[in-house]
Each structure stands twice: as structure tokens, then as C-alpha cells.
């Protein structure tokens, strides 16, 4: 089945930019998916990018696809203490009635 | 206001005494799922339903039940709960099952002793 697969950890400095890499297995995905989670909180949707896209931008956010690799990279600019979060990968398939397969989480933590 | 609720947010409980975790949405959606997240391993899927009666296991189906008789409500139900199951559970749904428009409750965190 498919295999998401994420670095646990990141820190970064407030300000610098923070890059959370991804990788999956599947091909055949369609959707791929960044969701943050804050502490105590639910999962909210940031962003998504096509299968057919190399890169999406939505302000502060950067997303990269590299189909080839099958790799998909998250870029937060100018990152803030507000940032700090669980994010989650996760790919989605169409076709039907779709999961999403998540990846274990980036906890990313911004110090001063 | 688009809502996903969840009940309780909070739940200890003792092995096998029966619980049930609801899962209510105000968007009309067909598609609802329940998703486990447990450290280092992400979310999983445990059940989901495409419409009115019609459910499916997911990934990890096994101690859990559901069932889906109003469109609304999905209730996730552990008939004899044991401490492996502890996690935080989140229901989604989705319009016609897109994932591209889930959205998630805000979690329910059980313990199980």
C-alpha cells in the first residue's frame, strides 16, 4: 500500500524560512495535501497541489512537487512563533470514495 | 457556519466498559470517515461511510464499530474498549468524498485503563 514518510523534527530560527520535505510511493496520487495541527487542536487544511503541478504558491507558502522523485516539500517564508505546529503530509487518490494516506507528522518548532 | 462537532472532546474510561464517540456535520455531506492518530505513525483510517447505510472498514478497522443511519451522524463505537485503542480520534467528512473539501472534527482524546 501506499507509504508516506516525513522527518519527525524540525526547528528553526523566528524569521528564516522552514522547509518540511515529504515522500510517497504511489504514483498514482492525485491530491497531496499539507495540514497543520496545532496543540490541543483539529487538523486544518493549508494547502494543496495537483498531481499535474510542480509548484503552488499561496502567500507565505510555497509547495514543490517532484513527481519523478516522488517528492513534495512545504516552504513556510518568514517563519513566525505562530507557525510552530504538527504538519502532516497526506496524498489522496481519485477514483472514488477517497482516503487520505497521512504521513507521520513534522513537528516544527520556531525559537527567537 | 460549517461545522464538524465531536462528543466527548476529552475521555477516560476503563477496559471493555462500551463507549460511543459522535460525530455530527451541518454540511450535508455523504462521506464520513473516523481517523486514529497515534505518535509517530500519523493518521489512519478506521471506518467510513459513502452515504445513509452504507459503511466500510478502513485500515484499521478491528475493536471498533459504526453505523450511519441520518446523513448527519456517525458514531464511532468501541464495544469493549482495551488500552491499545487509546489516541486521539478525528471524524471527517466530505462532499461526494473529494478530499480536496475534508473537513475535520476538532478530536476526541480517549484513554482507555
Known amino acids: 500500500g501506499e507509504d508516506v514518510e516525513q522527518s519527525l523534527f524540525l526547528s528553526v530560527r523566528e524569521g528564516d524560512s522552514s522547509v518540511i520535505n515529504c515522500t510517497y510511493t504511489?504514483?498514482?496520487?492525485?491530491?497531496l495535501y499539507w495540514y497543520k495541527q496545532e496543540p490541543g487542536a483539529g487538523l486544518q487544511l493549508l494547502t494543496y497541489?495537483?498531481?499535474?503541478?510542480d509548484m503552488k504558491q499561496d502567500q507565505r507558502l510555497t509547495v514543490l512537487l517532484n513527481k519523478k522523485d516522488k517528492h513534495l516539500s512545504l516552504r513556510i517564508a518568514d517563519t513566525q512563533t505562530g507557525d510552530s505546529a504538527i504538519y502532516f503530509c497526506?496524498?489522496?487518490?481519485?477514483?472514488?470514495?477517497?482516503?487520505?494516506?497521512f504521513g507521520a507528522g513534522t513537528r516544527l518548532a520556531v525559537h527567537p | 457556519e460549517a461545522q464538524v462537532t465531536q462528543n466527548p472532546r476529552y475521555l477516560i474510561t476503563v477496559t471493555g466498559k462500551k463507549l460511543t464517540v459522535t460525530c455530527s456535520q451541518n454540511?450535508?455531506?455523504?462521506?464520513m470517515s473516523w481517523y486514529r492518530q497515534d505518535p509517530g505513525l500519523g493518521l489512519r483510517q478506521i471506518y467510513y461511510?459513502?452515504?445513509?447505510?452504507?459503511?466500510d472498514k478502513g485500515d484499521v478497522p478491528e475493536g471498533y464499530k459504526v453505523s450511519r443511519k441520518e446523513k448527519r451522524n456517525f458514531p464511532l463505537i468501541l464495544e469493549s474498549p482495551s488500552p491499545n485503542q487509546t489516541s486521539l480520534y478525528f471524524c471527517?467528512?466530505?462532499?461526494?468524498?473529494?478530499?480536496?473539501?475534508?473537513?475535520f472534527g476538532p478530536g476526541t482524546r480517549l484513554t482507555v485503563l
Open positions: 471527517a467528512t466530505s462532499y461526494e468524498g473529494r478530499t480536496d473539501t475534508q473537513y
Open positions: 504511489d504514483s498514482s496520487s492525485t491530491y
Open positions: 497541489i495537483f498531481s499535474n503541478m
Open positions: 497526506a496524498v489522496g487518490f481519485s477514483g472514488g470514495y477517497n482516503k487520505l494516506i
Open positions: 454540511m450535508n455531506h455523504e462521506y
Open positions: 461511510s459513502m452515504n445513509v447505510e452504507v459503511t
